[in-house]
């Protein structure tokens, strides 16, 4: 399958990840860290749209594009098709992030932590991205101002780990990004931590979920190889400029 691109090191294959992943050979992949659709329809009606119909103060002043398959029954069948695609593709010591939101009436969380404890993976921890330096969240009652990244690697075998003699805390706090290139931005210094622990250089990185590229941008200034996939083409297209770019500092691009 020809990549949409491919500078050596990161490659970018525009499409459905269920229909890309089968091509891709057994045992080649270290972590899988992705950022899929959590499930909740955002910007489909959601109190997000309707605080930018009602010009609420603060609010954002356009309108933002809602995300493929983000339906509760659309994400469901997409993230349970790629992890189960996944898993032949990871090496035995391996690591596989998978963000999710941390409330809202479909629980996803939860039903990800269930599901990454069956079907040959063993969950292994929930880290807490901690949102709160962007200030006090959105919503009512308990405001959202953080998500989930759950962990977990295959079963029976150990979760990748570069350096058994470092720890660190399970929650973090690398300030929100603007949204510049898609309306659920990651901070490339988040995805970067978890590929320094989990990954070694010449390691590589996959994400079926890729967004704007943040996980290949991360993998790309760690000296680690990278595949994104991405459903949507202008995402695609946005990814590569960023990767063709390639003397950025780590953290001082925005991100997504």
Known sequence: MTPYYDDGQCAIYHGDCREIMPSFAQDSIRLLWTDPPY?????????????????????RTRQVESI???????????VEGALSLALPLLKGDCCCCCCSGGGGPTVTFAWLANHLDREGFEFFHAVVWDKSGRGDG???RFRRNYEFV????????????????RAV???????????????????VELVAQFIDLT???????????????TTLVAAKRLGRKAIGIEIEEKYCEIAAKRLAQGALDLFGEQSA
């Open 199 to 213: 990954t070694w250089v010449g390691d590589t990185v996959l994400d079926p979920f890729m967004g704007s590229g």
């Open 39 to 59: 499930g909740h329809s955002n910007q489909d009606g959601d109190l997000q749209a309707a605080r930018v119909r009602d010009a609420v103060k603060g609010a």
């Open 150 to 165: 759950m962990v977990a690697h295959k079963r029976g075998r150990k979760l990748a780990w570069v350096n058994q003699d």
């Open 138 to 140: 959105l919503g009512w």
């Open 68 to 78: 493929a398959n983000d339906s509760a029954e659309a994400m469901r069948a997409a």
């Open 169 to 187: 805390p399970n929650i973090w706090r690398p300030m929100p990004t603007k949204n510049a290139w898609h309306p659920t931005e990651k901070p």
